[in-house]
């Protein structure tokens, strides 16, 4: 009787493996050269992070420029997003401390798409002016949560921020920020996406319906109706709060004294009611939104030396 041969075992097809990074978009005005900062808060999540594969979403003529001027764009992008935006008329009041404003072009209607122009499977969505100091959003990845963000936030002094960044009016809904976004490919936070773009599409109406105030598309609000819309026009749980449970932040008006280290960072903390009290604040491996960019710009060259 013959011997039946080995017959080969059967091997599972290898699974997908998930892939995760952080995402920001930079589009350069003659004010702001968004690209160089994002270029400092790439490297800094590359320092701090374990998921550091970062992605650039821009249009050609700040790819451009970065190509040609800023030879560490290779080293703190992983991947680069190129595509033609139209610059929607979009004016934003802009401080650099409480001494001097100026006005900019501020693009940013197209953030709804980041679940097509993302790479990833799981993301990390951050502004450019949020310099990451510690590895705490790490946690996020290895979370089961589809969607998270910060809906409460901090000043340098510990104070809560103006009454219309917590909710949209006095007696209106909560405010998510856009500042800081985790999600996941899945059709939960897609549909999150797809609302926020509807909501853009017809902005005046959901102005008039909520009643915020201002007359600049801001993300902020927008996200923070779509969330309202998803949860059934009620009061949102549905989405989850990212690590550290709120958002650090600097105000337009305060500034930055020192960079001793991308985690070691002193501040001036602004009094809003009388200048000559200003503070000054060290923040020691935690991250801010720093929305002083012009403070950022001027001690770039420091801050850059200490992420490379």
């Known amino acids: 009787m013959k011997k039946k041969k080995n017959s080969p075992k ?25 690209v160089k900062l994002a270029v400092l808060c790439a490297l800094s999540v ?9 992605c650039l979403i821009t249009d050609p003529g700040t790819d451009a420029y970065m190509k040609e001027s800023m030879p ?6 992983d991947h680069i997003v190129v595509t ?13 401390s409480p001494y001097y404003t100026f006005n900019s072009q501020f693009t940013n209607h197209n953030k709804d798409q980041i679940f ?13 002016d949020f310099m990451v100091a510690n590895n705490l959003l790490d946690q996020i990845f290895d979370s089961n949560v589809e969607l998270a963000m910060y809906s409460d936030a901090k000043n340098l002094r510990n104070d809560n921020p103006h009454p219309n960044e917590i909710r949209l009016h006095r007696g209106g809904i909560n405010m998510w920020w856009s500042t800081v976004i985790y999600f996941e490919k899945t059709p939960y936070a897609k549909l999150l ?4 773009g509807h909501v853009k599409d017809n ?4 102005k008039f319906r ?12 927008a996200v923070s109706i779509a969330i309202h819309i998803m949860n059934g026009m009620f009061e949102n749980n549905m989405i989850s709060t990212l690590p550290g449970t709120f958002m650090r932040f600097q105000d337009q008006k305060d500034d930055i004294l020192h960079v001793h280290n991308s985690n070691d960072i002193i501040y001036l903390a602004n009094d809003q009611k009388e200048n000559w009290k200003d503070l000054p604040v060290r923040m020691l491996d935690e991250n801010v939104h720093v929305m002083n960019k012009r403070s950022i710009e001027r001690h770039y060259d420091k801050w850059m030396e200490c992420v490379t």
């Not at 699974?15 to 995760?20: F, G, L």
């Not at 560490?72 to 992008?77: N, R």
């Open 203 to 206: 902005w005046d109406f959901y």
């Open 10 to 34: 059967k091997t599972q097809k290898n699974k997908k493996e998930i892939t995760s990074g952080v995402c920001m978009f930079a589009y350069n005005n003659d004010q702001i050269n968004y």
């Open 116 to 128: 097509q122009f993302s790479p990833y499977d799981k993301t990390l969505l951050i502004d450019i």
């Open 84 to 96: 033609p935006i139209e610059k929607i008329p979009n004016t934003r009041v802009n401080h650099d």
């Open 46 to 54: 590359k320092k701090h992070m374990k998921n550091n594969t970062t």
């Open 193 to 196: 996406f797809d609302i926020w």
């Open 72 to 77: 560490l764009h290779e080293k703190a992008f």
């Open 210 to 221: 909520y009643n915020f105030p201002g007359h600049m598309f801001r993300t902020d609000y």
